[in-house]
């Protein structure tokens, strides 16, 4: 069955960086794009970019350009998403969610990893 | 980006109630939307996709519809286990984007 396991909780200092993971496993591990996706506490969803697990080939959300950087590791199947210069308004949990690579469903979220909680706080 | 606009933010029903709820784009999506239910603590789950195509394993008392830019998932018999937030989510163009969420509360 699909699995998406995601890294445990993170309490960061306001402008140092974290790195989430996400391993992936019961499918094709390049055969899917993988997303990240965040939510603040009590807020809704914002998606933050998106990585081809097969070539590498990454885009990001415009607010984050600069401060985010996604990367995997095919020969453990898990990506990796990592934030800089957090600032307390990056506190949310973070969500890796799988794609089809089609071009009718490359944004269609159709399995999510459980979340990571990453508190920034002095 | 597209901007995505659900209502009503919050609805309170009860089990075996009709309920519907509505997303409506800023610019057409054709049939690029999906629905997905969030409860307390937990990841988001797909329930529909291509506006009206139910996700494997979805109960069938979920159902939606809609094109270009106004579209409703409609729970045809509320059960215990359907109240939760849920979000549309556009999916026609880059960037994907959320709408803002409808809580579902028990009346």
């Known amino acids: 069955q699909v699995q998406l396991v995601q890294s445990g909780a993170e309490v960061k200092k306001p402008g140092a960086s974290v790195k989430v993971s996400c391993k992936a496993s019961?499918?094709?591990?390049?055969?899917?794009?993988m997303h990240w996706v965040r939510q603040a506490p009590g807020q809704g969803l914002e998606w933050m970019g998106i990585?081809?697990?097969?070539?590498?080939?990454?885009s990001y959300a415009q607010k984050l350009q600069g401060r985010v950087t996604m990367t995997r590791d095919t020969s453990t199947s898990t990506v990796y998403m990592e934030l800089s210069s957090l600032r307390s308004e990056d506190t949310a949990v973070y969500y890796c969610?799988?794609?089809?690579?089609?071009?009718?469903?490359?944004?269609?979220?159709?399995?999510w990893g459980q979340g990571t909680l990453v508190t920034v706080s002095s | 980006d597209i901007q995505m606009t659900q209502s009503p933010s919050s609805v309170s029903a009860s089990v075996g109630d009709r309920v519907t709820i509505t997303c409506r784009a800023s610019?057409?999506?054709?049939?690029?939307l999906a629905w997905y239910q969030q409860k307390p603590g937990k990841a988001p789950k797909l329930l529909i996709y291509?506006?009206?195509s139910l996700q494997s394993g979805v109960p069938s008392r979920f159902s939606g519809s809609g094109s270009g830019t106004d579209f409703t998932l409609t729970i045809s018999s509320l059960q215990p286990e359907d109240f939760a937030t849920y979000y549309c989510?556009?999916?026609?163009?880059?960037?994907?984007?959320f709408g803002q969420g409808t809580k579902l509360e028990i009346k």
């Open positions: 019961g499918y094709t591990f390049t055969s899917y794009y």
């Open positions: 969610a799988r794609s089809p690579t089609g071009v009718d469903t490359a944004m269609v979220l159709d399995y």
């Open positions: 291509a506006a009206s």
């Open positions: 989510q556009q999916a026609n163009s880059f960037p994907p984007t």
């Open positions: 990585i081809n697990p097969s070539g590498g080939s990454t």
């Open positions: 610019q057409g999506i054709s049939s690029w």
